[in-house]
């Protein structure tokens, strides 16, 4: 597997201030994931950060509110900009080990944003 | 997108009782898993599945992979406090990111 920090593990926001989450790995990883999840609810795929490139975003999330860096293999950022309450959520960041030969997904534990 | 079936969406057993899961696709995916969500954690793998009708353990944990590959169920034996969580199956093929079902939230009654 894989040792995932995430910082900060919470936060209380301002609506209209952004955020910004890093993700750590202690290992080089081939694909690296930032995740929501919603109070009560499943985990939705925000966006895979790309190395080197800009991310890949699913429906319904753009990079205007959600930028994300990814400088290299072990390291990525994930912003939530002009934050609102709806917002509110647990972000997630999820990497897949280069070593590992399947696809697995290990996940980090997670940053919880309440906005205000 | 994908969407992954699962049920039930929450159950309440008795500490000691057997404890059964399961997820269905409309599609097919060449790898189904199960995780584990502690409250304030993130999602902990509990079993990994890669071949169609393969069933594999994971201490009192058993999951299987059906033959369509479009189904799993996880069973948990001898359930105990600690098995109190958020149970997710997810599905994925080849390099693709993992979909998530909506998760089956368990609760022990000591």
């Known amino acids: 597997s894989a040792v995932i920090s995430q910082k900060p593990s919470r936060d209380i926001c301002q609506r209209g201030t952004s955020l910004t989450i890093q993700c750590q790995v202690d290992?080089?990883?081939?694909?690296m994931f930032w995740y929501r999840q919603q109070p009560g609810q499943s985990l939705t795929l925000i966006a895979t950060?790309?190395?080197?490139?800009?991310?890949?975003?699913e429906s319904g999330f753009v990079i205007d509110k959600f930028p994300i860096s990814r400088p290299n293999l072990t390291f990525s950022t994930l912003t939530v900009s002009n934050m609102s309450p709806e917002d509110s959520s647990i972000y997630l960041c999820?990497?897949?080990?280069?070593?590992?030969?399947?696809?697995?997904?290990?996940f980090g534990a997670g940053t919880r944003l309440s906005v205000l | 997108g994908q969407q992954l079936n699962q049920s039930p969406q929450s159950m309440f057993i008795q500490e000691g009782e057997d404890v059964s899961m399961n997820c269905t696709s409309s599609?097919?995916?060449?790898?189904w898993l199960w995780y584990k969500q502690d409250p304030g954690e993130g999602p902990v793998l509990l079993i990994a599945?890669?071949?169609?009708?393969e069933l594999t353990s994971n201490g009192r944990l058993t999951a299987q992979f059906g033959t369509t590959r479009k189904d799993s169920f996880l069973n948990i034996s001898a359930s105990i406090p600690s098995d109190v969580g958020i149970y997710f199956c997810?599905?994925?093929?080849?390099?693709?990111?993992?979909?998530f079902g909506k998760g089956t939230r368990l609760s022990v009654i000591a």
């Open positions: 599609s097919i995916f060449n790898t």
């Open positions: 950060a790309n190395q080197g490139s800009e991310a890949t975003y």
């Open positions: 290992s080089q990883v081939t694909m």
């Open positions: 997810a599905v994925t093929s080849g390099n693709t990111p993992l979909v």
């Open positions: 599945l890669y071949k169609a009708g």
């Open positions: 999820s990497v897949v080990p280069g070593h590992l030969a399947k696809n697995i997904q290990y």
